[in-house]
């Protein structure tokens, strides 16, 4: 079935330092969508993105949906203890309306 | 605030007992979702409602059970066929489909269920 294969699965990295994480799948999309959690909370959106090639931007984070349509990728600028978290990209199952699918997510870690 | 609320927040039980899980929202949405999280897993979906009265399998339904009689309720019921319950469970709603644009999935903070 159509999947969303997200990497990498963690990242340790030091406070201040960028991020860069993605999502590929086999099949195209018509839709990125990039959540994150926070330890114990439900995950919150934040970048949608809807045509290929776009770049969005929320703050430091930064998400582009890829000229393919198969790969989104989301950055994090000067990461801070509180971006900490799970982030999962997700997408329209087979382009429909009414189901969406998640990777597996990145699960990030800040050093002090 | 307008939101979801789940409850409780932490909820332990005796195998081969039902359970219910809460799910309440307030948005005015009206397609409500259940997932399961466990860890490495990623988010799976249970069983979803686009409109009162109706439902849909996810992808593990097995063991599970809802209801859908009020637009701002979708309770989970958990129920001793499922053989591995304990897991952390995220209800969600959005506006309409989740996948339409502009329909971004809300998820509420979700119930750690312990079965033992």
């Known amino acids: 079935g159509q999947q969303l294969n997200q990497s990498p699965q963690s990242m340790f990295i030091q406070e201040g330092e960028d991020v860069s994480m993605n999502c590929t799948s086999s099949s195209i999309f018509n839709t990125w969508l990039w959540y994150k959690q926070d330890p114990g909370e439900g995950p919150v959106l934040l970048i949608a993105?809807?045509?290929?090639?776009e770049l969005t931007s929320n703050g430091r984070l930064t998400a582009q949906f890829g000229i393919t349509r198969k790969d989104s990728f989301l950055n994090i600028s000067a990461s801070i203890p509180s971006d900490v978290g799970i982030y999962f990209c997700a997408g329209p199952y087979m382009n429909r309306d009414d189901k969406i699918i998640f990777g597996k997510g990145t699960r990030l870690h800040i050093l002090p | 605030d307008g939101g979801i609320t789940q409850s409780p927040k932490y909820l332990f039980r005796k195998e081969g007992q039902n359970v219910t899980l809460s799910c309440e929202q307030n948005?005015?949405?009206?397609?409500m979702y259940w997932y399961r999280q466990d860890p490495g897993q990623g988010l799976r979906l249970i069983y979803y409602?686009?409109?009162?009265?109706d439902f849909q399998k996810g992808d593990i339904a097995e063991g599970y059970s809802v209801s859908r009689e009020k637009k701002e309720s979708f309770p989970l019921t958990v129920t001793s066929a499922q053989k591995n319950p304990t897991a952390f469970y995220l209800c969600?709603?959005?506006?309409w489909g989740q996948g339409a644009v502009n329909s971004p999935l809300h998820f509420g903070n979700g119930t750690r269920l312990t079965v033992t």
């Open positions: 409602s686009q409109i009162v009265n």
């Open positions: 993105l809807y045509k290929a090639g």
């Open positions: 969600a709603s959005s506006r």
């Open positions: 948005l005015n949405h009206d397609a």
